[in-house]
């Protein structure tokens, strides 16, 4: 174990060094000017080039590359071109939102793909379920965001379809909003928070829950049909008790290895549904940042959205040691 966690951290160390250098090298091809979106579009010449000089952008791309790894190893990630502020700060506080919001998504689609497993087993000549299945799995996330927005918010008006609470002073002391107001004896600002982010979570959800539950569809039925299970059948058990004791353990490998691969396309889609439900994570904070040209806020949300998927995926992994441990670490 303690081996898999030095690789692990050095992993981590590798992967945020090339996407540095990844979002480095892409300066040098973007047409914006981060010099002129600070000094305004209607400033001279001359003040867009004191600023550049002032941001160190006159310098060579390897020198720049080398200043960013000197205040990275600080903790530094500079200072955004678009707010102004650390962009330690910025991350600091937007990155609850995302975290409430995309743990939220997994577990909802968690739950969806033992739903749609459970349907497939009790109802599996169901054309009705293979279908719907295929076409929410094959649905743009942007389209689905739009759709859920159009009819349950916009048409319906059941459900909220922007932002993260309906009052704009609540500030809670952890930044998850609908544990700050339990902590704060304010449930009806937790309730508030839920409804608001039932929408952008279940767009986040649907392709998760589809994809592991095709995937724990097919494991569980090769799973049920081994020799193993017939002996576990002969001895009496329920049927119920041979899927939950014998099933889902021995099942549990490729789910896991396929909700591995869904979270590292839910960083992607959190871009697009942060911007599409106005949600203030950073999601919404990248797209914003990208348009403006600040690459010192790209490189931060691109290293903790690194991290935080060496995080998942090494969790993941150690998952799959404990439910089958043939796999070793």
Avoid at 10 to 17: D, K, S
Wanted: hydrophobic share 55%.
């Amino acid at each position: 174990m303690l081996a898999y966690i030095i690789k692990s951290v050095v992993g981590a160390i590798v992967v945020v060094l090339v996407m540095s250098f990844i979002v480095f090298g892409l300066q040098s091809i973007i047409p914006a000017d981060p010099a002129r979106a600070i000094a305004g579009p209607n400033a001279p010449p001359e003040t867009v080039e004191a600023m550049r000089v002032q941001l160190g952008l006159d310098d060579p791309v390897v020198v720049q590359y080398g200043r960013f790894l000197l205040r990275l190893a600080h903790a530094d990630l500079g200072a955004s071109v678009r707010t102004r502020r650390p962009v330690t700060d910025d991350i600091r506080q937007y990155l609850p939102a995302t975290l409430e919001l995309g743990l939220t998504s997994i577990a909802l689609g968690v739950v969806l793909a033992g739903v749609l497993t459970a349907l497939q087993f009790l109802i599996p000549a169901s054309r009705g379920i293979r279908f719907a299945m295929v076409g929410i799995g094959t649905t743009p996330i942007f389209l689905s965001a739009l759709l859920l927005t159009y009819f349950f918010w916009f048409r319906l008006r059941w459900l909220p379809g922007a932002g993260r609470l309906s009052c704009r002073d609540f500030a809670g002391p952890t930044g998850f909003n609908v544990i700050d107001g339990l902590l704060v004896g304010r449930p009806a600002v937790s309730v508030d928070a839920l409804l608001h982010m039932i929408l952008p979570a279940l767009a986040l959800a649907l392709p998760i829950g589809v994809a592991v539950g095709r995937s724990l569809n097919g494991a569980l039925h090769d799973v049920m049909s081994q020799a193993f299970v017939r002996t576990a059948r002969g001895k009496g058990l329920s049927e119920t008790s041979v899927l939950l004791r014998h099933g889902l353990r021995n099942a549990a490998t490729a789910p896991l290895s396929m909700l591995s691969l869904q979270f590292r396309l839910l960083f992607g889609n959190l871009l697009v549904v942060e911007r599409v439900f106005g949600w203030p994570g950073l999601g919404l904070y990248a797209v914003q940042a990208f348009a403006s040209a600040d690459l010192p806020a790209v490189l931060g949300v691109a290293i903790v959205f690194g991290m935080l998927y060496i995080l998942v995926n090494t969790l993941i992994e150690i998952a799959q040691s404990v439910a089958d441990p043939r796999i070793n670490l």
